[in-house]
């Protein structure tokens, strides 16, 4: 499964209002992924200076996943398992 990847602005101010141009902000990059081997979802995150800044480092994110070498093992249904027969 190919990684997916977004880019979030996420406002720091403690208060409970609307957000608007004077609450400090910033930008992160986030990629979740589900590891091949374990079959764990796992999600990365990466603070950025700007929006760009962030979609560079999402971009970044997602090739270095992609470039892990991995082995798929193929999944079975549950009548598969059953009549699997199991190697010594």
């Not at 374990?38 to 992609?66: C, F």
Request: glycine letters at 4%.
């Amino acid at each position: 499964m190919k990684p997916k990847g977004s880019t979030i602005k996420r406002y720091t101010c403690k208060k409970d209002h609307e957000h608007g141009n004077k609450c400090p902000a910033t930008w992160w990059a986030r990629v979740i992924y589900i590891d091949p081997e374990t079959g764990k979802s796992h999600d990365l995150s990466r603070r950025a200076t700007s929006y760009a800044n962030a979609i560079d480092k999402r971009d970044q994110l997602v090739a270095e996943i992609e470039a892990i070498p991995c082995e798929i093992v193929p999944r079975m249904t549950i009548p598969k398992q059953f009549n699997h027969e199991p190697s010594d």
